[in-house]
């Protein structure tokens, strides 16, 4: 079993910053790596970014490359979400999640997840 907390949402004006955090505790040896999850609503949950334990290899939507930044804390077992220059359209709830093998950017590659942090962008 792993078990993951996520941290570090709110509310935050257009423009702004915020940083997420993600603590694992549990059998967290078994995953591969980590990844974060945002899901609107009405609409499916998306890959936002993830990272590898082993290498720190990251992973990136397209659309959030340069804005986002995923990063670890191996001695911590914590992953955290650097989010720049929000815009209203990344209000969601996001959520982190661990993979075990195959593809981060892939949904179905994930086996635990965190309860979720909203965030929410004014305009």
């Known amino acids: 079993q792993v078990q993951l907390v996520e941290s570090g949402g709110g509310l935050v004006q257009a423009g702004g910053s915020l940083r997420l955090s993600c603590a694992a505790s549990?059998?967290?040896?078994?995953?591969?790596?980590m990844g974060w999850f945002r899901q609107q609503p009405g609409k499916d949950r998306e890959f936002v970014a993830a990272?590898?334990?082993?290498?720190?290899?990251?992973y990136y939507a397209d659309s959030l490359k340069g804005r986002f930044t995923i990063s670890r804390d191996n001695a911590k077992n914590t992953v955290s979400l650097q989010m720049n220059s929000l815009k209203p359209e990344d209000t969601a709830v996001y959520y982190c999640?661990?993979?075990?093998?195959?593809?981060?950017?892939?949904?179905?590659?994930?086996?635990?997840w965190g309860q979720g942090t909203q965030v929410t962008v004014s305009s």
């Open positions: 999640a661990t993979y075990p093998d195959g593809s981060p950017e892939n949904l179905g590659a994930y086996d635990y």
């Open positions: 549990g059998r967290t040896f078994r995953s591969n790596g």
């Open positions: 990272i590898n334990w082993s290498d720190s290899s990251t």
